[in-house]
């Protein structure tokens, strides 16, 4: 069947009627991009971003077709550029809103930053995703997203002090999708897209050399520096969840060390968390971590 939505799956004691009216709720919000409060605070793309969006799309789909599936198009309608001065949140770059299947990125000062936020995202759209209807009341609610999972009782789901609704395994979704990220960024230099600003990165980097500034030039998380104009001061851009990533790259190790006979190499260990992300099928996953680590470790790795 091909994608209508970002949506895979409907779980839960559902009847095919409801499941299919699921589906078309979604397929609905997909193809409306109109959304009127939205208008007020987006702008107009750049070319160069229209331009990044395509790639990232292709860039995107191919590690799909490498797992199995068809290729699945964000529509450039679905992603909104929203202008420093309209975004609330402090930090945080980018917001993915499933149910409206929406992508908000945040104006960036650099073609690079706004490839890092819009890659990320894009990751996440594209990965599996199941809803399922409670079980002891009527809502519709996430249960897959990638890797992150959410419990099939409301009880369960709801019994975080913070509030927050209980999900296992969202920091190593993260991981694995901005290790995919940083991936796609570190091969980015050759493309004449976002060529000046690997320039103007280079170029601060002989200047903080200059300057002794060696935290700038050591640290492996920071994609680009830039200054704003008419300020000497240098910025900088790093990749997002490094203490995650740094999880995951341990357990990756670990598995490759330990599964010499599997892999040839930590990348093909990354495949295995990536292809349970895109596909939504745990089982080669589960069943890795569980024979080298023992018996209820899936579990331990996913409890927040
Ligand atoms: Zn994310």
Same mark, same amino acid.
């Given at each position: 069947?091909?994608?209508?939505?970002?949506?895979?799956?409907?779980?839960?004691?559902?009847s095919?009627?409801?499941?299919?009216?699921?589906?078309?709720?979604?397929?609905?919000?997909?193809?409306?991009?109109?959304?009127?409060? /939205?208008? %007020?605070? #987006? @702008?107009?793309?750049?070319?160069? *971003?229209?331009?990044?969006?395509?790639? =990232?799309?292709?860039?995107?789909?191919?590690i799909?077709?490498?797992?199995?599936?068809?290729?699945?198009?964000?529509?450039?309608?679905?992603?909104?550029?929203?202008?420093?001065?309209?975004?609330?949140?402090?930090?945080?770059?980018?917001?993915?809103?499933?149910?409206?299947?929406?992508?908000? /990125?945040? %104006?960036? #000062? @650099?073609?690079i930053?706004?490839? *890092?936020?819009?890659?990320?995202?894009? =990751?996440?759209?594209?990965?599996?995703?199941?809803?399922?209807?409670?079980?002891?009341?009527d809502?519709?609610?996430?249960?897959?997203?990638?890797?992150?999972?959410?419990?099939?009782?409301?009880?369960?789901?709801?019994?975080?002090?913070?509030?927050?609704?209980?999900?296992?395994?969202?920091? /190593?979704? %993260?991981?694995?999708?901005?290790?995919?990220?940083?991936?796609?960024?570190?091969?980015?230099?050759?493309?004449?897209?976002?060529?000046?600003?690997?320039?103007?990165?280079?170029?601060?980097?002989?200047?903080?050399?200059?300057?002794?500034?060696?935290?700038?030039?050591?640290?492996?998380?920071?994609?680009?520096?830039?200054?704003?104009?008419?300020?000497?001061?240098?910025?900088?851009?790093?990749?997002?969840?490094?203490?995650?990533?740094?999880?995951?790259?341990?357990?990756r190790n670990?598995?490759?060390?330990?599964?010499?006979?599997?892999?040839?190499?930590?990348?093909e260990?990354l495949?295995?968390?990536?292809?349970?992300?895109?596909?939504?099928?745990?089982?080669?996953?589960?069943?890795?971590m569980?024979?080298?680590?023992?018996?209820?470790?899936?579990?331990?790795?996913?409890?927040?």
């Amino acid at each position: 069947m091909e994608k209508s939505s970002s949506l895979d799956k409907v779980v839960g004691k559902v009847s095919e009627e409801e499941k299919k009216k699921i589906f078309d709720t979604f397929k609905t919000r997909f193809e409306t991009t109109d959304i009127p409060k /939205l208008k %007020e605070l #987006e @702008r107009e793309k750049t070319p160069e *971003e229209r331009q990044m969006l395509r790639e =990232i799309n292709e860039a995107t789909n191919a590690i799909r077709r490498k797992f199995g599936l068809e290729d699945f198009d964000i529509p450039e309608e679905n992603i909104h550029v929203i202008p420093k001065e309209n975004w609330a949140t402090e930090g945080e770059t980018a917001v993915s809103l499933p149910e409206l299947q929406t992508i908000l /990125l945040r %104006e960036r #000062e @650099r073609g690079i930053h706004f490839a *890092e936020s819009a890659f990320h995202e894009a =990751i996440h759209f594209k990965s599996y995703n199941a809803v399922q209807k409670l079980t002891d009341c009527d809502k519709v609610v996430s249960y897959r997203h990638g890797l992150r999972i959410w419990p099939r009782s409301q009880e369960k789901r709801n019994s975080l002090p913070s509030g927050d609704p209980l999900s296992y395994f969202a920091d /190593l979704n %993260e991981a694995v999708t901005e290790e995919l990220t940083r991936q796609y960024i570190m091969i980015q230099k050759e493309n004449p897209l976002y060529k000046k600003d690997f320039d103007e990165t280079k170029e601060i980097k002989e200047e903080a050399l200059k300057k002794g500034e060696y935290k700038l030039l050591l640290d492996q998380e920071i994609f680009s520096l830039f200054k704003d104009p008419g300020d000497e001061t240098i910025r900088y851009a790093k990749f997002a969840y490094p203490a995650e990533r740094f999880s995951l790259f341990q357990i990756r190790n670990d598995l490759f060390q330990k599964n010499r006979d599997l892999f040839k190499s930590s990348e093909e260990v990354l495949d295995v968390f990536a292809r349970a992300m895109f596909t939504g099928n745990m089982m080669e996953l589960a069943h890795l971590m569980e024979k080298t680590f023992g018996k209820g470790t899936m579990r331990a790795v996913g409890t927040p």
